[in-house]
C-alpha cells in the first residue's frame, strides 16, 4: 500500500557497505571464506537493524507504517547482499543461458513492504523456465543463509508456467502473488511474470476472485469468534483487524488495478475522509502488532490479557478517573475496529453497484427490484436507503427512523444510508434528544417484537445510537479489563436485548425454561428492555456503576416516553440487576433467612419476574460458557422459592412440618423403598432433610443402607442433569479438617467443586455432598473420570500424598490470570442467616485455593455447614456457612480478626505456591 518513507535509512542498514564488508572477508580469505564467518557478519546486520527499529518504535509508539516499512527495508537490503554474494562468490556463471535467469519477488505482506518484527518471509523465486542446476544452486543457498540468521521464510520456486498455473487453481496463491514486488534479481523476467499475472491469471476472474475472498472472510470470522468486540482480540486474523482491511486493498487492487490504497477513492471505492480513516486504522493496527512481536520476540498477534498492559504502557496511554490506561487503550482499538466494520460495509456496496452496473439488468431483475417509498425512504431489493445526500440533514429524527422502519419491514440498511448516518450522526444534538417522536421512534425499536439486535447493532455502528442516547455512547467501545466479560458493554448490551427478544418468541425455551414460562405474565415489558438497555450504561465512570446507572434511569425513562411506574421500576431493576445472582450462586437457598431477605428488597411478583429475566439476559450475554445449567438450576430454585413466600404472604413453614413434607417428597421417589427413610435416614438430623433437595437425599439413603452400619469409607458419583454437573457423596467417620482433604482429592482429580453441603449423624459419621465439575463446567461422565475422582479422594483421605506441593503443582485454568490485579478480600455477615456465620472469601482463582480455605477455617476451630463457590473470571467467590465448635454464631471482633488474617495468610500461601 501506500509507504512511508524511512527516514536516515541507512542507519537501519547500509547496504553498500554490508556489501563490502562481505566483499572484504571473501578477498581476506582469497575466495574461500566460511560460510559462518558471512553469516555472523550478516547476523549483526540484522541484529543492529533490529534494534535501531526497535528504537523508532520507542519514540514514536504510535507510528505504526513507519516501523513495518522500516522492518521490510531491512530484510530488503539483507536479501539483496545475500542474493549477490551467492552468485557472485558461490555460484558464480560467467556466460548463463536463456533458463539461467533468476528473479526474486517478495509476495504477501512482505510484497506490500509492511512487516512486524518478527513476521513471515515471503519470497517466490521464479524463472523462465524449470529449473536449471544452477538457479536451484542458488536458491537453495539463499534460503540457507536466511535459515541461519534464523528468519523464518515462507518461500516456492516456481517457472512462469507453473506460476499461472498455480496462481488459477489456489487462492492464496493468486494472493500473494497479487501483492508481488520486485525484490533482486532479472528484472525484466519480473516484469514478463507481473504481465503474464494480469493476463492470464486475473483477467476475467474478477467476480470470482471477490466472492472467494469474501468467503474466505467469513470463515476467519467464524473461527475468531464473529464479533469484533472479543475482549482479547487477534490484531491480524480478528474481525475488523489488519486483514480486513488487507481484503479491501485486495478486491481493489485485482478489481482496479490500483497500486496504492489511495488510489481506492479514485476507483470511487471510498471516499477521501473514509480513506484518511482507513489509514489512520491500519497504521494503529500495525504499531499495536509491532510492539506485541517486539514484547514476546516472536510472531504474536493476540492481544492477550497480560500484554494489553504493556502495549498500552508502551503507546502511552494513562489512566483517567474511572478508566485505567489499558481500558482507555482497548477502547481505542475498538473504536478502529468499529471502524473498519463501517468501511468494509461501504467499500462492498459500492463494489456491487459497479458490478451492478456492468451488466444489463433482465425484465424478472427490474420487477424484483421495484422501489417502494415508505415515509420518505426508498426501499428496493431488501434495503433501505434515502433519495438524496441531504435526507438526514432536511430532518435528523430521520436518522433514528430509518433504523426502526428497517426492523419495521425486515430489511437492510443500505451501506450508502449507514455511509450518510454515519457522517451525519453529529447532526443529532441536544434538540433531537428531546424531541418526542425520535425517542418513540427509538423505544419502538428498542421493544419491537421483531427481534431488534441487528438494527440496533446497525444503529451503533453509524454512530447514532451513541448520538441520540449519549449515556449509552459512553460505553462504546468499553472493555471490562477482566477474564469474565467477553465483549465491550456496548456489545454485551446489544446482545442482551437479542437474548430478551428470543426468551419472548420462545426460541430459547430449551436453554431458558423458567424465564420463557414468566415473560409472559410481565406487565410492563418496556421497562424490562429499557432495564435490560441500562443495565451496564454507567460502567467505566468510577463509583458503583448500578447505583449510578440507576440515577441515570430516572432522567432516561421520562425522555423515552416511559410513565412514572415504569420509570421508577427500571431504577430500581439496574440499581439490583446484580441481586439475584448474588443470591443465587453465594448464598444457601435451603436456609430460610436467605429467601426471606431477598423477598424483602424484591417485594412484588412483577419485580421477581422481571429481575429473573434481566438476571438470565445479562448472563448469557456475559459470553460463551458463562450460562450453564447449574446457573439455571440455582435462579429457578431461588425465583420458585421467592415466588411461593411472596403468594403466601410471607408465612413460613415450621422446621418439622418441612421435615414432614421432604421426607414424603423422598417417599415418593423411593416408591418401593420407602422404608429407607425410617431406617437408613434415622440418624440423619432435622437441619440435613430442610438443607437438602430429594433428588440428593435419595441416592444418599441407598449408599448409607449398603454401608450396613459400617463406619468405613464410602464414596459414590451420580450424574445430576439438571444441575449440569457430578454429585460426589462421601460417607466416612467424621474428623477435623475432612472437607479439605476431600477438597484437595477433587482438585488433583481434575475437578472444580461448586457447591458443598456437610453433615454429620447422630452416631457421628459424615455425609458430605459436593457437587464438581471439571475446568470447562461440564460434568464428569466418563467411567475413567469417576475412577480416578474416587481414587483421589481416598488417597488424599488416607494421607498418601502430600496435597499442598501437589496442588501447587498443577497446571492454572487461567494461565493469564497473573494479567490482573485481584485484591483478597474477607467479608463476614451475621444477617445472612440466623444460625450462621456467613463468610465470603474473593481472591485470585487457583488451584489449591479452596482446599486452603477450608483448612485454614479447620485450623480456626471452625464448623463448615456449607460451601458454596462461584467464579467471575480471573476471581474466585468462595461462600462458606460456619459455627463456632458450640454451634455458635462467630460474633467477636477479634476471633472475625484472626479469623481473617488466617484466611488471608492462605490465599497468600496460594499465590506463592503458583508463583
Given at each position: ?28 580469505a ?28 520507542d519514540a ?14 531491512l ?9 549477490d ?9 560467467a ?45 537453495e543457498?539463499i ?24 496462481a ?17 534479481g ?8 507481473s ?24 470463515e ?5 469468534g464473529d ?16 486483514r ?6 485486495w ?28 489509514r ?17 520476540g516472536?510472531?504474536e ?34 473504536l ?9 460495509g461501504v467499500?462492498?456496496?459500492q ?96 421493544t ?29 467501545a ?15 448490551t ?41 443495565h ?90 458463562v ?15 421467592a ?6 404472604g ?55 443402607d ?46 472444580n467443586?461448586i ?5 454429620t449423624?447422630?452416631?457421628g ?7 464438581v ?44 490470570a497473573?494479567a ?22 474473593s ?24 460451601a ?8 474466585a ?11 455458635d454464631?462467630?460474633?467477636?471482633e ?22
Amino acid at each position: 500500500m501506500s509507504q512511508p518513507r524511512i527516514p536516515n535509512q541507512r542507519a537501519i542498514i547500509d547496504r553498500r557497505k554490508l556489501s563490502a564488508t562481505v566483499d572484504a572477508a571473501v578477498d581476506a580469505a582469497q575466495g574461500k571464506v566460511k560460510r559462518q564467518k558471512i553469516v555472523a557478519i550478516l547476523k549483526d546486520a540484522l541484529a543492529t537493524g533490529r534494534k535501531d527499529i526497535a528504537a523508532r518504535l520507542d519514540a514514536e509508539p504510535s507510528a505504526g507504517h513507519k516501523v513495518a516499512a522500516a522492518q521490510s527495508f531491512l530484510i530488503d537490503q539483507l536479501i539483496r547482499v545475500i542474493h549477490d554474494h551467492v552468485i557472485t562468490h558461490v555460484y558464480p556463471a560467467a556466460n548463463r543461458s536463456a533458463g539461467e535467469r533468476l528473479t526474486l519477488v517478495a509476495v504477501g505482506g512482505y510484497g506490500r513492504g509492511e512487516m512486524a518484527p518478527q513476521s513471515d518471509v515471503d519470497i517466490a523465486f521464479i524463472t523462465p523456465m524449470k529449473n536449471t542446476p544452477w538457479c536451484e544452486q542458488v536458491i537453495e543457498a539463499i534460503l540457507y543463509f536466511l535459515w541461519d540468521l534464523g528468519l523464518k521464510v515462507g518461500h516456492s520456486s516456481r517457472s512462469l508456467d507453473d506460476m499461472v498455473k498455480m496462481a488459477k487453481q489456489d487462492l492464496t496463491i493468486r494472493t500473494a502473488l497479487l501483492e508481488g514486488r520486485f525484490l533482486w534479481g532479472d528484472q525484466a523476467l519480473f516484469q514478463k511474470a507481473s504481465d503474464r499475472f494480469w493476463a492470464d491469471v486475473v483477467a476475467g476472474s474478477e467476480k470470482q476472485f471477490v466472492a472467494e475472498k469474501l468467503l474466505e472472510r467469513e470463515e476467519r470470522h467464524k473461527r475468531m469468534g464473529d464479533s469484533r468486540y472479543v475482549v482479547e482480540p487477534n490484531v491480524k486474523e480478528g474481525k475488523g483487524g489488519l486483514r480486513d482491511l488487507h481484503t479491501l486493498y485486495w478486491i481493489g487492487k485485482y478489481i482496479h488495478k490500483v497500486r496504492t490504497a489511495s488510489e481506492l477513492v479514485d476507483a470511487g471505492l471510498l471516499t477521501r475522509t473514509e480513506y484518511r480513516a482507513f489509514r489512520r486504522a491500519e497504521n494503529f493496527f500495525w504499531a499495536v502488532r509491532c510492539h506485541l512481536h517486539t514484547i514476546t520476540g516472536r510472531e504474536e498477534d493476540r492481544l492477550t490479557f497480560d500484554l494489553q498492559r504493556e502495549v498500552s504502557a508502551r503507546m502511552n496511554f494513562v489512566d483517567r478517573p474511572g478508566k485505567s490506561a489499558v481500558e482507555r487503550f482497548m477502547r481505542f482499538y475498538f473504536l478502529q475496529v468499529k471502524r473498519v466494520g463501517s468501511l468494509t460495509g461501504v467499500f462492498l456496496a459500492q463494489l456491487d453497484e459497479q458490478f451492478a452496473r456492468s451488466k444489463r439488468p433482465s425484465l424478472m431483475t427490474r420487477f424484483r427490484d421495484r422501489t417502494r417509498i415508505v415515509e420518505g425512504f426508498e426501499i428496493s431489493s431488501g434495503r433501505i436507503n434515502v433519495p438524496s445526500d441531504d435526507f438526514f440533514q432536511q430532518d435528523p429524527v430521520r436518522l433514528v427512523e430509518i433504523f426502526t422502519l428497517a426492523n419495521a419491514e425486515g430489511v437492510e440498511v443500505h451501506p450508502n444510508a449507514m455511509r450518510l448516518a454515519d457522517r451525519d450522526s453529529g447532526l443529532i444534538d441536544n434538540k433531537v434528544r428531546r424531541d418526542k417522536r425520535a425517542n418513540a421512534l427509538l423505544l419502538a425499536l428498542l421493544t419491537s417484537r421483531d427481534n431488534p439486535e441487528l438494527a440496533l447493532r446497525w444503529m451503533n455502528e453509524a454512530s447514532v445510537f451513541g448520538r441520540i442516547m449519549p449515556e449509552f455512547g459512553r460505553v462504546v467501545a468499553q472493555m471490562q479489563f477482566d477474564m469474565y466479560h467477553h465483549y465491550t458493554v456496548d456489545e454485551h448490551t446489544i446482545r442482551a436485548i437479542g437474548a430478551l427478544a428470543q426468551i419472548e418468541s420462545g426460541e430459547s425455551a430449551e436453554t431458558h425454561p423458567t424465564a420463557t414460562d414468566i415473560v409472559g405474565k410481565i406487565k410492563y415489558r418496556r421497562a424490562l428492555y429499557v432495564a435490560v438497555l441500562m443495565h451496564d450504561i454507567a460502567k467505566g465512570r468510577g463509583g458503583d456503576h448500578s447505583i449510578l446507572g440507576a440515577e441515570d434511569a430516572l432522567k432516561v425513562g421520562p425522555r423515552l416516553g416511559l410513565d412514572e411506574t415504569e420509570t421508577e421500576l427500571v431504577s430500581w431493576l439496574v440499581r439490583q440487576h446484580l441481586l439475584m445472582s448474588a443470591t443465587a450462586f453465594k448464598r444457601d437457598l435451603a436456609d430460610p433467612k436467605t429467601i426471606a431477605d431477598f423477598v424483602a428488597e424484591v417485594q412484588s411478583l412483577e419485580r421477581l419476574r422481571q429481575l429473573m429475566v434481566l438476571t438470565v439476559v445479562d448472563i448469557g450475554a456475559v459470553g460463551p460458557g458463562v450460562w450453564n445449567s447449574w446457573k439455571s438450576q440455582l435462579l429457578s430454585d431461588l425465583f420458585h422459592a421467592a415466588e411461593e413466600r411472596i403468594r403466601l404472604g410471607h408465612k413460613s413453614v415450621g422446621r418439622e412440618k418441612g421435615v414432614e413434607i421432604k421426607k414424603a417428597q423422598v417417599a415418593d421417589l423411593l416408591e418401593g423403598d420407602k422404608g429407607l427413610i425410617d431406617s437408613a435416614g434415622k440418624a440423619m438430623l432435622s437441619s440435613y432433610w430442610i438443607a437438602e433437595a430429594p433428588e440428593v437425599i435419595v441416592p444418599n439413603l441407598r449408599q448409607i443402607d449398603r454401608m450396613e452400619g459400617q463406619r468405613k469409607l464410602s464414596i459414590e458419583c451420580h450424574y445430576s442433569e439438571n444441575r449440569g454437573a457430578t454429585l460426589v457423596t462421601v460417607i466416612v467417620g467424621d474428623h477435623p479438617g475432612l472437607f479439605s482433604r476431600i477438597a484437595g482429592g477433587i482438585h488433583l482429580a481434575g475437578g472444580n467443586i461448586i457447591d458443598a453441603r456437610f453433615h454429620t449423624s447422630r452416631n457421628g459419621v459424615a455425609v458430605d455432598n459436593l457437587l464438581v465439575q471439571d475446568p470447562l463446567g461440564r460434568p464428569f461422565h466418563e467411567q475413567h473420570q469417576i475412577d480416578r475422582l474416587k481414587q483421589a479422594i481416598e488417597d488424599s483421605l488416607a494421607h498418601r500424598n502430600e496435597l499442598v506441593p501437589e496442588l501447587a503443582a498443577r497446571p492454572l485454568s487461567r494461565p493469564r490470570a497473573h494479567a490482573f490485579e485481584v485484591k483478597p478480600r474477607i467479608e463476614f455477615d451475621n444477617d445472612a442467616s440466623n444460625r450462621f456465620t456467613v463468610i465470603e472469601v474473593s481472591a485470585r482463582d487457583r488451584p489449591a485455593l479452596l482446599n486452603r480455605l477450608a483448612r485454614a477455617l479447620f485450623e480456626e476451630r471452625l464448623m463448615i455447614q456449607s460451601a458454596h463457590v462461584t467464579n467471575y473470571g480471573e476471581r474466585a467467590a468462595d461462600t462458606f456457612y460456619v459455627t463456632d465448635l458450640l454451634g455458635d454464631k462467630i460474633v467477636s471482633e477479634s476471633r472475625m480478626k484472626a479469623i481473617e488474617a488466617k484466611l488471608l495468610d492462605a490465599v497468600r500461601a496460594t499465590e506463592e505456591a503458583a508463583a
